[in-house]
């Protein structure tokens, strides 16, 4: 921390840091946003199935945010990409992430390993 002059956060995990980020955002005054739009991880009554499922994909290693929202986009449910999966991984090859990328087989050999 001296040397780099850079300050590091221990939090106790997730929620932890939500709230520690939360009270950052009240202090400054500006509004932290994330890609997806999942606003808080908190409350139960904020979340809906979508930001679970989002969640629960981006906890699988190699994926990010991106391309949770991608696959969720396709596959609103965790069932159906499972179907999908077991019938035929490399469809997932053609799914957009950005304009310029799409899923990688590394990131459908991960999602195999830990969702079938």
Same mark, same amino acid.
């Given at each position: $921390?001296?040397?780099?002059? $850079?300050?590091?956060?221990?939090?106790?995990?997730?929620?932890?840091?939500?709230?520690?980020? @939360?009270?950052?955002?009240?202090?400054?005054?500006?509004?932290?946003?994330?890609?997806?739009?999942? /606003? =808080?991880?908190? =409350?139960?009554?904020?979340?809906?199935?979508?930001?679970?499922?989002?969640? $629960?994909? $981006? =906890?699988?290693?190699?994926? =990010?945010?991106?391309?949770?929202?991608?696959?969720?986009?396709?596959?609103?449910?965790?069932?159906?990409?499972?179907?999908?999966?077991?019938?035929?991984?490399?469809? @997932?090859?053609?799914?957009?992430?950005?304009?310029?990328? /799409?899923?990688?087989?590394?990131?459908?050999?991960?999602?195999?390993?830990?969702?079938?």
């Amino acid at each position: $921390m001296l040397r780099d002059k $850079m300050w590091v956060i221990q939090t106790r995990g997730l929620e932890d840091t939500t709230l520690h980020l @939360l009270t950052l955002q009240k202090k400054i005054g500006v509004t932290i946003a994330g890609g997806t739009g999942i /606003k =808080s991880l908190l =409350s139960k009554r904020k979340r809906k199935i979508v930001n679970v499922f989002l969640l $629960m994909l $981006m =906890s699988v290693p190699s994926v =990010s945010e991106r391309i949770a929202a991608a696959l969720v986009a396709r596959w609103p449910g965790l069932c159906q990409l499972q179907q999908q999966l077991e019938q035929n991984p490399n469809a @997932l090859r053609q799914i957009q992430v950005t304009a310029k990328r /799409k899923i990688g087989p590394a990131v459908i050999k991960s999602l195999v390993k830990h969702l079938l």
